[in-house]
């Protein structure tokens, strides 16, 4: 993919998810109260975690401060998911009810389609959290406002392709909605506990099964310490998972079989 | 030159069987039963530059699925396709820039958004120069008179207004061919009529080439250059619709109301399906006698109260088709 063909997928990625954004704006009330009951919402999660530092001031090196970083980078890399590729979560659910057609329809990549034609607002809330929860963790310097970025958006990758995986193993297995779903639930709920509670097997699980360490684990230490090994190990991964998540997807999508369902889009 | 060629398509599809009930259930969760079901068998077709071509059958017979292989939204499991010298399945993308789909059951247009708003994102994604996409939309929306339906989100258009707005979300990138599954399904005569007069519209101004699936034989006498019919995933008919109103529409049914008791109805072509005291159900041959005929007939003898006039159902021409072959 050329450097061109890529800006014109961002800019067109852009204008979507404005009209994504402004089909939910249709309805006001709803709209700020999704962006900013998940601030709130946020906010208790911490709060539970302060009065827990306060009672056990550290868990294997990991004190409050380390799990505000981490909560700041992983609720910011699911929140650039939720806001710009928030269709890759509907995959399964387009393929059983047959969706997949409108974007069949369109004159560019399908998987872009798909993933862009939905925007959660209330991630919006969650996106602004992670970067407040950022500065207030102790670790905000100029150096790492770069690093935060940076490791947010592998871990957005990293996590949008491990969406797509799961969600398109439906072309495989029929209805496996709540299934795929379970697992991204699995994934944003390991990410979310400071990791050094994970030893052993688990530790494992979090490398491989459950890749979350990539997307939690791995971004703090950088933040922390920057070293070129752990960036260079983050990049690998968002790649070889997006290579996978494109043959998955792909090779899934000659077995679909659409469907008559009456389909809008909302 | 054929804009479309068909080859000895086929798809197949596995189908989960499962008994009713729990136990069913729970078999079919160890030990699944899958059936084969041929939704399209070996069918060979082509179509040229220009044409109207309604592509009919009744229910499950294959029409979306021969047009959603045709578009590319499904892949064969055997045969060949080529649309505008291009295979579906492997030129998805460069071809969705040359052809226009309307799928009478799926919506493009964003439910919560006026028209405006999806049309304006179209011309980005098909990458339409924006001076020549305002002159297109302004022009289409003359030739669909939607100029009032601009600024309404889609969910409070009626069905029949949608179906406009739809139909002009495809034929905003100019394209060569449009396909159109069921786009008269759930409309009123009326709304029906619309869309028959700008898909002609159309055809006739761009020389567009219109590819129409339908279960309604209305649709295809309407508009259809040429028809094809496709039951059980084989094509069982394929001529102009001039030869095919002449062999398979050969009838209107005609239905009577009276407010006084029918007797000795006696009209030259008029058969008597069924009757009751006071309504008669008569299949009337076109070639032997005219509906206007009939009616002064009726007019003159009996007290009409209602008159009911239909088309022979797509399952009737079916038979009738059949009956042909058999015999011919």
Redesign the interface.
Known sequence: MSISMAVKYLKLTWLVQKINIMSAMEYRLSFLYQVFGMIINNTGLMFVWYIFFKKFPEINGWGFHETMLLYGVSTMSFALVWIFLFGSLWISSYIVKGQLDNYLLQPKNVLWSISVSRTDISAVGDFSFGIIVFIVSGYFTLGNIFIFLLVGIISAIIFYNLIVIVQSLTFWFGNFESVAEDFTNALLGFTLYPQTVYRGALQIIMYTIIPAAYISLVPVRLIKNFNFLDLFLMIAVAIITFIIANLVFFKGLKRYESGNLINVKM | MNIIEVENLQKT?KT?QKESGFKGGFQSVLKPQYKIIDAVKNITFSAKKGEIIGFIGPNGAGK??TI?ML?????PTSGHIKVLGKVPSEN???L??EIG?V?G?????????PPQ??YN?FA???ELDQSAYLERLSFLIDSFEIGDLLKT???KLSLGQRMRCEIVASLLHRPKIIFLDEPTIGLDVIAKQQIRDVIKYFNEKEDVTIFLTSHDAGDIEALAHRTIVINFGEIVFDDSTDQFKKNYIKSKAIELFTSNEIKNFDFHGGKILSQTKFSLKIELDTAANSIDKLLDYAIKNYDIKDINISDPSMEEIITAIYKETRHG
Not at chain 2, 71 to 75: A, E, K, Q, R, S
Not at chain 2, 105 to 113: A, G
Request: net charge positive; glycine share 2%; hydrophobic share 35%.
């Open positions: 599809f989960k979306s699925t959603k578009t590319g939204i499904l892949f998805r993308q460069s969705a820039y789909s799928f059951q799926k919506s493009q247009l964003w439910f919560h958004l708003d999806s994102l980005r994604i098909y989100p889609v969910r």
